[in-house]
């Protein structure tokens, strides 16, 4: 995905790396978002918004490396750090599916509160770099956390495109007056604003996460 936004974006990355991107609003909860009062569409991420896992990401990807390497060294004697990353990364989500429910609503209150604003004609879908073929699996860990969106969209980008692209190819928004996108990665919502200057952006962080923060720097 790095390699995808970097490739459109160069120097756009550089600065979002280096803190001199557009700054978009940051949340620590969804009830923070004004919502007008007009057809509006709530484009929601997954995976480090809406839920987070309880374990890190280098849990699963130490995990599913550490295998592969035995794997590689087993077979083929030396490996290519390129084959194993590649591996591990795949490996990475086969081992998220199997911890599904090791993981917690990231704001369950605002989240609600959010829902309640919405007029009868707005709606809410979720917008995910997961894979398509994650599709049942990211239904149950929704119901898991008591979110009954049995009947709301999904949209997959697959890992292959970044969020900006795929809205552009493959979503009509033409029928909403406004739209809101929440997303935890800023690359993402950059994406999404070069071609979308009027979807209103805003990058989500967990209110765990800004408290671990502040204890880091804390003396």
Same mark, same amino acid.
């Given at each position: 995905m790095l390699f995808i936004l970097y490739k459109q974006y160069p120097y756009s990355l550089y600065k979002i790396k280096h803190g001199t991107m557009?700054? &978009?609003?940051?949340?620590?909860? &969804?009830?923070?978002?004004t919502v007008l009062p007009v057809k509006t569409l709530i484009l929601m991420d997954i995976d480090d918004t809406i839920l987070?896992?309880?374990?890190?990401?280098?849990?699963?990807?130490?995990?599913?490396?550490?295998?592969l390497e035995e794997i590689h060294k087993e077979n083929e004697g030396d490996i290519l750090v390129q084959e194993i990353a590649k591996d591990a990364h795949e490996l990475y989500d086969y081992y998220k599916l199997l911890e599904y429910k090791d993981?917690?609503?990231?704001?369950?209150?605002?989240?609600?509160?959010?829902?309640?604003?919405?007029?009868?004609?707005?709606?809410?879908?979720?917008?995910?770099a997961r894979t398509s073929s994650t599709e049942s699996i990211s239904r149950l860990q929704l119901e898991y956390l008591g979110i009954n969106d049995i009947q709301r969209d999904i949209y997959f980008t697959d890992n292959k495109m970044t969020k900006g692209q &795929?809205?552009?190819?493959?979503?009509?928004?033409?029928?909403?007056?406004?739209?809101?996108?929440?997303?935890?990665n800023p690359m993402q919502l950059w994406s999404i604003y070069a071609r979308f200057p009027n979807i209103r952006?805003?990058?989500?962080v967990?209110?765990?996460e800004v408290i671990l923060m502040e204890e880091s720097l804390t003396f």
């Open positions: 557009y700054n &978009f609003p940051e949340i620590t909860s &969804f009830s923070e978002i987070r896992y309880n374990k890190s990401f280098s849990h699963f990807y130490e995990k599913s490396r550490e295998i993981i917690h609503h990231t704001d369950k209150e605002g989240f609600d509160e959010l829902l309640s604003k919405l007029t009868p004609e707005s709606g809410m879908c979720y917008l995910t &795929f809205i552009e190819q493959h979503m009509d928004l033409s029928e909403f007056t406004d739209i809101i996108c929440i997303d935890d952006c805003y990058k989500f967990e209110k765990e």
